[in-house]
């Protein structure tokens, strides 16, 4: 009676091959994470803005005259408990500053890929702000946004 089993030949080109697929499988997933990543900063940005036009409502139409993300974080304490940092450790984390006088803002998340800016971006006027922020999508990869 004879057993039929497997070489260690053939175990060691199975396992090859696997693993050079998973590798294959891992490589074409990187950029769906890039874009998944890239929408959730978009993501965040438009829920901050909720959170702002509450604090405009209740400070006499102004938005927080301030600058950074630490900073309007401070500043919107009494109405979210925190704000939404970037997904991806060593990224750099959004910006914030106001223009006009508080009559306006700008927001800014750094994307992975200019790819993934919307097609209809437009770049908002930064010329008036307190805090000069590039927000050039397909250059800089850098998504403004801006209320008013």
């Given at each position: 009676?004879?057993?039929?089993?497997?070489?260690?030949?053939?175990?060691?080109?199975?396992?090859?091959?696997?693993?050079?697929?998973?590798?294959?499988?891992?490589?074409?997933?990187?950029?769906?994470?890039?874009?998944?990543?890239?929408?959730?900063?978009?993501?965040?940005?438009?829920?901050?803005?909720?959170?702002?036009?509450?604090?405009?409502?209740?400070?006499?139409?102004t938005y927080p005259?301030?600058?950074?993300?630490?900073?309007?974080?401070?500043?919107?304490?009494?109405?979210?408990?925190?704000?939404?940092?970037?997904?991806?450790?060593?990224?750099?984390?959004?910006?914030?500053?106001?223009?006009?006088?508080?009559?306006?803002?700008v927001m800014q998340?750094?994307?992975?890929?200019?790819?993934?800016?919307?097609?209809?971006?437009?770049?908002p006027d930064t010329?008036?702000?307190?805090?000069?922020?590039?927000?050039?999508?397909?250059?800089?990869?850098?998504?403004?946004?801006?209320?008013?």
């Open positions: 009676m004879s057993k039929k089993s497997f070489t260690l030949i053939e175990l060691l080109v199975v396992v090859a091959i696997i693993s050079i697929l998973a590798s294959a499988l891992m490589v074409g997933l990187g950029g769906a994470r890039k874009k998944a990543r890239d929408a959730r900063r978009i993501s965040d940005l438009r829920t901050v803005q909720s959170s702002l036009e509450v604090y405009y409502v209740q400070n006499n139409n005259m301030v600058d950074g993300w630490n900073n309007l974080e401070n500043a919107l304490a009494g109405i979210t408990s925190q704000l939404p940092q970037d997904p991806l450790p060593g990224n750099p984390n959004y910006d914030y500053t106001f223009c006009d006088d508080g009559q306006r803002y998340a750094h994307l992975e890929d200019a790819n993934n800016c919307p097609a209809n971006y437009k770049a010329a008036t702000c307190s805090a000069g922020l590039n927000c050039d999508c397909v250059n800089n990869q850098n998504y403004c946004v801006s209320f008013k």
